[in-house]
């Protein structure tokens, strides 16, 4: 399994972005997927994720700026950030889990994560 972000890039405060995950090599439907970002010197934090119902979960503190959602016809799943401001500055990465066995944990897959740079 192989998991591409893409769609990072340098913005103003204020503008917007799209962030890709395509997965590639399983069951893409199956899979929930989440974004995290980590910025310099800082951990990771999970921003956003969605179960292969398509439920949707967002991090309180972007939870009215940013949006998750998918295609499983691309296999693809999108992070959609508006008014972004300089401390959404991270890496962004895409994880997606796969389930296993009744009694085997999920098999977690992780992308090279896309960079976001927010300018004041």
């Known amino acids: 399994v192989q998991l591409q972000a893409s769609g990072g890039g340098l913005v103003q405060a204020g503008g917007t972005l799209r962030l890709s995950c395509t997965v590639s090599?399983?069951?893409?439907?199956?899979?929930?997927v989440a974004w995290h970002r980590q910025a310099p010197g800082k951990q990771r934090e999970l921003v956003a994720k969605?179960?292969?119902?398509?439920?949707?979960d967002i991090w309180e503190p972007v939870k009215d700026r940013f949006a998750i959602s998918r295609d499983n016809a691309k296999a693809t799943v999108y992070l959609q950030m508006n008014n972004l401001k300089p401390e959404d500055t991270a890496t962004y990465y895409c994880?997606?889990?796969?389930?296993?066995?009744?009694?085997?944990?999920?098999?977690?897959?992780w992308g090279q994560g896309t960079l976001v740079t927010v300018s004041s």
């Open positions: 090599g399983g069951t893409f439907s199956i899979a929930s």
């Open positions: 969605i179960t292969s119902a398509g439920i949707s």
């Open positions: 994880n997606a889990a796969f389930p296993m066995t009744w009694d085997t944990p999920p098999r977690d897959y």
